[in-house]
């Protein structure tokens, strides 16, 4: 099992960046598969990007391609996503998941056994 936590949430205005970090504490982190979902209020849970245990695949959902990028260091256990030209619709609550087998990059949440407790974003315009 892994647990996770995520930190780097805040407020920031239109246009701004932001740096989110999941740091997963248990064994076999370089294994899994990880993930970046997001929740609105009032709308359902809906995948931001993912990354395979290696870093050497990525997806990203159509609304976020060409401002975030994720990435992952195995040797601190940790996975980030770096969000830039923020939009006040990117608003929400960030999660990070993860999942078995690292090399499918799964973009519903039922995919994903292992979640963090999340981090809120919230952009001003």
């Known amino acids: 099992q892994v647990q996770l936590g995520e930190s780097g949430g805040g407020l920031v205005q239109a246009g701004g960046s932001l740096r989110l970090s999941c740091a997963a504490a248990?064994?076999?982190?370089?294994?899994?598969?990880m993930a970046w979902f997001r929740q609105a209020p009032g709308k359902e849970r809906e995948f931001v990007s993912g990354?395979?245990?290696?870093?050497?695949?990525?997806n990203y959902d159509d609304s976020v391609k060409g401002r975030f990028t994720i990435s992952r260091d195995n040797a601190k256990n940790t996975v980030y996503l770096q969000m830039n030209s923020l939009k006040p619709e990117d608003t929400a609550v960030y999660y990070c998941?993860?999942?078995?087998?690292?090399?499918?990059?799964?973009?519903?949440?039922?995919?994903?056994?292992?979640w963090g407790q999340g981090t809120q974003v919230t952009v001003s315009s």
């Open positions: 990354i395979s245990w290696s870093g050497g695949r990525t």
């Open positions: 248990g064994r076999g982190f370089s294994s899994y598969t």
């Open positions: 998941a993860a999942r078995l087998p690292g090399t499918v990059i799964v973009t519903t949440p039922s995919g994903y056994p292992y």
